[in-house]
C-alpha cells in the first residue's frame, strides 16, 4: 500500500481540516458538548454534505468509494479535533457490519441514508461479563415464528443513546464461549422491549447501556448467516482499531504542538523552560514515539483488509500494543510538561489525554492484546 496521499485524497483532508479549523475551536466543542445529543447535529449534517459519512461505502449506494486510508486520513483530522460526533459507530463499525455482511436489500436502505446523515447507527456487541472476548455472548434470540426474540444487555456502547438503528449481537446456539451460535441482528432503537441508559463517558463523548426485553425481529432484519456473526464481529472490530490508530496519531500531532509552543513561552527561572535540554529531550522523546505510532496506525491501516485471517489478526494485534504505547507516552508527557493547567477542565491538553485513555482501552487494552502475541509464540 502507497501511503503517499494522492490528489483526491489532499483535497479530501485540506477540506475536512478546513471545516474543522472553521468550526472546531475548543470553546466551541465545549457547546457541542452540552447540546441534548452530546455533539451538534449541524456538525453531522455538514460531514454529510462534505461526503464523509458515504467515505468508505460504494459509489452505488451513494458513497465515496474510499477505502481504509481515506478514513486513516479523516480520523486523524477528526484526532486533532477532538471530534465528538458519532462517525466511529455509525460509519465505521456499524457500516463495516452492513457492508461485509449486509444483503443487497440492507445495504440498499441502510448505506445511503447513513451517507445523507439521515440514519446512525451504533454497534451493540460489548457485555458486562465479557471484557474484551468477542466470542463471550449471553444475549439470546430465540426462534418465534417467522422471526426472533431478543433478551439480554449490551454495556458501553459508543453513541448508542443517540442511535436510529442498532446492530445487536446475539446467541442462538452454542454455549456462553461458543465461537459459532452468533448472530446479527439489525434493530430499531425505538423498538417495543428496548430501553437505553446514556451517559458521558470519560473522553467526553456518549454511550449507552442496552437492554433487551422479548424484542421481536423478523427474518428481514438479521444481517448475515444466523449463527456465523461472530468473523463479522471481528471484522468490525479492526476496522474500528485501524481508525482509532489514526485518530490517536491526530491527537499526538495536535498535543506535541501544544507542548512545543508552551515550552517557548513558559518562563521559570528567568528563560522558557524549552530551553532547558532535559525538556528538549522529552520534547524530542515525544516527537519520535509519535511517529513510531503513526507507523503503527499505518500497519492497522494497510492490515485491516487483509484476507489472510491470521496475518490481519497478528498485525492488528501489533499496532493496538504500539498505538496504545504511543498516546499513554505521548499524552502523559504532554501533561506533566505542561504541569498543574494540564490537568484544568479550561485547557485542552488534559482531554487529549482523556481521550488517548479510553482508545488505549476501547476493543481492547494493550495487555489484552500482548497476552495474545504471546500466546502465538508459545
Request: with cysteine; aromatic share 8%; proline share 3%.
Amino acid at each position: 500500500m502507497d501511503f503517499e496521499p494522492s490528489e483526491d485524497q489532499r483535497l479530501l483532508v485540506e477540506s475536512v481540516t478546513r471545516m474543522l479549523g472553521d468550526t472546531y475551536g475548543f470553546a466551541q466543542r465545549k457547546s457541542y458538548m452540552g447540546q441534548a445529543e452530546g455533539y451538534a447535529p449541524a456538525i453531522w449534517s455538514q460531514f454529510a454534505e462534505l461526503g464523509l459519512l458515504g467515505l468508505p461505502f460504494a459509489e452505488e449506494y451513494g458513497g465515496f468509494g474510499g477505502g481504509a486510508q481515506e478514513v486513516m486520513l479523516v480520523m486523524q483530522a477528526f484526532g486533532r479535533a477532538l471530534v465528538l460526533e458519532p462517525f466511529l459507530s455509525t460509519v465505521v463499525l456499524a457500516g463495516t457490519a452492513v457492508n461485509r455482511a449486509g444483503s443487497a436489500q440492507q445495504k440498499q436502505a441502510i448505506l445511503p441514508a447513513i451517507a445523507e446523515g439521515r440514519l446512525k447507527m451504533a454497534f451493540a456487541h460489548g457485555e458486562r461479563q465479557a471484557r474484551y472476548d468477542l466470542n463471550d455472548v449471553v444475549t439470546t434470540a430465540k426462534r418465534d415464528g417467522s422471526g426472533w426474540v431478543l433478551d439480554g444487555s449490551k454495556t458501553v456502547v459508543s453513541h448508542g443513546e443517540a442511535a436510529d438503528k442498532l446492530i445487536v449481537s446475539a446467541r442462538t446456539g452454542g454455549d456462553r464461549h461458543d465461537e459459532d451460535g452468533i448472530t446479527l441482528f439489525l434493530v430499531d432503537a425505538q423498538a417495543p422491549g428496548v430501553a437505553r441508559r446514556g451517559y458521558l463517558s470519560r473522553d467526553d463523548t456518549r454511550a449507552a447501556d442496552i437492554a433487551l426485553s422479548n424484542v421481536s425481529v423478523p427474518d428481514a432484519d438479521v444481517l448475515g448467516e444466523v449463527g456465523h456473526g461472530l468473523p463479522i464481529v471481528r471484522r468490525v472490530v479492526e476496522a474500528g482499531i485501524a481508525a482509532t490508530a489514526g485518530e490517536t496519531v491526530g491527537a499526538m500531532e495536535a498535543m506535541n504542538e501544544m507542548t512545543l509552543e508552551y515550552s517557548k513561552t513558559r518562563v521559570q527561572f528567568g528563560q522558557p523552560i524549552g530551553s532547558y535540554q532535559v525538556v528538549q529531550h522529552r520534547l524530542a522523546d515525544m516527537f519520535m514515539t509519535q511517529e513510531q505510532g503513526r507507523s503503527m496506525a499505518m500497519l492497522a491501516t494497510m492490515s485491516v483488509d487483509n484476507p489472510d485471517d491470521a496475518a490481519r489478526t497478528h498485525d492488528i494485534a501489533l499496532a493496538k500494543v504500539g498505538i496504545g504505547q504511543a498516546g499513554r507516552y505521548v499524552s502523559q508527557s504532554a501533561v506533566q510538561m505542561h504541569g498543574g493547567i494540564g490537568m484544568t477542565e479550561e485547557y485542552a491538553v488534559g482531554h487529549y489525554f482523556r481521550r488517548c485513555m479510553v482508545i488505549e482501552r476501547l476493543f481492547g487494552d494493550p495487555a489484552y492484546y500482548l497476552a495474545k502475541l504471546a500466546a502465538e509464540v508459545r
